[in-house]
């Protein structure tokens, strides 16, 4: 072996040196694209950022905050966001015990069909949702609407109906998908043990799949929490743009684009993007310590 | 006997919830499918329907939003920007996450535990919160208007990471061993041995990624100016009018936009759900 490619070939060969070349992408990605970024948005939320002429100004952009228009991008991310956990937790559980059921044929088949959805990419299903809710008699819903003796309505008004009925469309499969994986863990012989012992279905439903379900129920609620209130396309896509009539549908990240992208105040955009973050984690660390995920004995 | 017969009453039961389900799911995109080949006054007045009238049924839109009439959209260009980003994106985000994951997973080294706390942190923080700093340094570093600008901020990703690194773990330690044996470099210990036995992983999180790509949208919209360089969502996106009279071209557009995805989907649905329960959400 020549001496002078030994330390090369040394350090490919070395497991010391190995596991940092492998973690190396992240490492420059994280400084990079993720901590410096971060950290700006900190330093820029108590900053007026102009071209050239950035001043710290302490508190005036979170005193900004006080404006009726983020009250109502919060209102309208928060009403989304209960309204998809509603629908998107239980509904996708109980749809995934039915499909891991023995009396269920095709399951397999239904599984892919209710994935199918979230293939469209939310521009394509904000225009097929725009398409048929639209306001004029023909449309689909307002033809439905018409069987049931109601009236045309403009569908668009209420967009909380619209934009939770969507995201139960696109997301119902791939929380099922979740559920699903999770019950195929539960080993059989417990069920068997169960039903030796003179168990119901329905208790073993409570006693065996709940339980064994928490945690990817945990799981699911926890970033349904911030899919929720990071909408934003969804609203795009259905409103032709950020701007919807009286702001129904502004959310928060669309408060942030409002600010940050099509006024250009920096400063004020990342105010508005530190408040959701703690927002938003204040919500999940609350969610996780009432179902116990800080306790020792769960983990 | 009376047992056979709960069996059958359930079954059907069950069987006629899901395929009310199914048509739930699907009837939209047979909806939209349909739509595409009807004239844009027809879709203005009735919105979708299902109605099925082959005599005012034709390829029109299709047309129009591949040549970009009327509407000036630079369809085929959005569609190879896509195409391109997605492959790109992809590739490289699936070789990093993997060896990323790797190395936390099979090495004891210092860093290990901050690192992997970093991953953590990364999947926790919401990426909206940070896009105008990281706007303002693709300003800086010159990628902004760039298909490296749409990829680069995202191509390593904390989820595949973590998947990765779950799958890794639960993986034999001898092979390395034997690979060293046979005088294989670490790094060729990873990609001659490992990546092989990690092929399921790899599936399901190609499927994530291409999907996550393909329909990307804010950070897309807030990285890419131009219209020569715009991904297939924001080029759609900006068929939206408030008066909807481009509605006809945006669905036919729409259609060719699920196409590739859905193909995707067939080809690697068998790894998903493996992937995803051996890899485990529960943590």
Same mark, same amino acid.
């Given at each position: ?11 490919? =060969? ?65 009403? =989304? ?16 015990? /039915? ?15 209710? /994935? ?32 049931? %003796? ?27 998908? =979740?559920?699903?994986?999770? &019950? ?11 039903? !030796?012992?003179?168990? %119901? ?6 006693? !065996? ?18 899919? %929720? ?27 942030? =684009? &409002? ?19 703690? !927002? ?5 660390? !609350? ?13 | 006997?009376?047992? *056979?017969?709960?069996?059958?009453? #359930? ?32 879709? @203005? ?45 992809? #590739? ?5 996450? +993997? ?11 210092? $860093? ?35 298909? $490296? ?16 690194? *779950? ?31 990690? $092929?399921?992983?790899?599936? $399901? ?33 900006? @068929? ?13 557009? +729409? ?29």
């Amino acid at each position: 072996m020549p001496a002078k490619t030994t330390w090369v070939r040394n350090l490919f =060969y070395s497991k010391k040196v190995a596991p940092y070349i492998f973690v190396a992408p992240f490492v420059i990605t994280f400084l990079l694209f993720f901590a410096y970024p971060l950290v700006s948005t900190f330093l820029m939320s108590f900053q007026e950022v102009l071209p050239g002429a950035t001043k710290y100004i302490g508190l005036a952009n979170y005193k900004k905050l006080s404006d009726p228009d983020f009250y109502l991008a919060i209102k309208n991310s928060t009403k =989304y966001t209960f309204w998809t956990l509603v629908f998107l937790v239980p509904f996708p559980l109980i749809f995934a015990v /039915f499909l891991n059921s023995k009396l269920m044929k095709f399951s397999n088949f239904f599984r892919s069909a209710l /994935f199918i959805p979230i293939l469209t990419s939310v521009v394509v299903a904000g225009t097929i949702f725009r398409l048929m809710f639209g306001e004029l008699p023909g449309s689909l819903f307002n033809t439905i609407a018409g069987y049931f %003796g109601a009236e045309p309505q403009k569908w668009i008004l209420h967009p909380m109906f619209v934009l939770v009925l969507l995201a139960f469309w696109r997301y119902i499969g791939i929380n099922i998908v =979740y559920f699903l994986s999770a &019950l195929q863990s539960i080993p059989q012989e417990i069920y068997e043990a169960a039903e !030796i012992d003179g168990a %119901g279905k329905l208790d073993a439903f409570k006693k !065996i799949t709940l339980p064994y379900l928490k945690p990817v129920t945990i799981y699911v609620l926890t970033i349904s929490i911030f899919g %929720g209130f990071a909408m934003f396309t969804e609203s795009f896509v259905v409103y032709s743009g950020n701007h919807s009539p009286n702001g129904i549908g502004l959310t928060m990240i669309g408060y942030i =684009y &409002l600010h940050g992208i099509e006024f250009n105040d920096f400063g004020f955009g990342s105010a508005i993007g530190l408040t959701l973050f703690v !927002i938003v984690m204040a919500i999940n660390i !609350i969610q996780l310590k009432f179902f116990g995920m800080f306790k020792k004995e769960d983990s | 006997m009376k047992s *056979q017969k709960t069996f059958t009453f #359930a079954s059907v039961w069950l069987l006629l919830l899901f395929i009310i389900l199914a048509v739930f799911a699907l009837f939209p995109l047979y909806a939209i499918t349909l739509a595409s080949f009807k004239d844009g006054k027809e879709l @203005l007045r009735y919105g979708l329907n299902v109605k099925w009238d082959l005599a005012i049924m034709n390829f029109k839109n299709y047309h129009q939003i591949l040549w970009g009439i009327d509407t000036g959209a630079k369809y085929g260009m959005w569609y190879k920007n896509s195409l391109l980003i997605m492959v790109i994106f992809t #590739a490289f985000s699936l070789i990093f996450s +993997s060896m990323v994951g790797y190395g936390l997973a099979m090495y004891n080294f210092v $860093a290990k535990n901050i690192i992997f706390t970093g991953v953590l942190i990364v999947l926790i923080v919401p990426v909206e919160i940070i896009m105008l700093p990281l706007y303002k340094l693709s300003i800086n570093l010159h990628i902004i208007d760039t298909i $490296a600008g749409v990829i680069l901020p995202f191509v390593v990703a904390p989820l595949p990471i973590f998947f990765f690194r *779950q799958y890794a773990i639960g993986m034999e330690k001898e092979f390395m061993d034997a690979g060293r044996i046979d005088g294989c470099t670490e790094l060729g210990i990873f990609f001659r041995i490992m990546v092989p036995l990690m $092929a399921p992983a790899f599936s $399901a999180m190609a499927i994530l990624q291409a999907l996550g790509s393909w329909n990307s949208f804010l950070w897309p919209l807030i990285v890419l100016r131009t219209q020569e360089k715009f991904t297939l969502p924001i080029g759609l996106a900006t @068929l939206l009018t408030p008066y909807g009279n481009n509605y006809n071209v945006l669905v036919a557009g +729409s259609v060719l936009a699920v196409i590739p995805i859905l193909i995707i989907f067939i080809m690697f649905q068998r790894f998903f759900i493996s992937g995803l329960t051996v890899g485990g959400v529960k943590g």
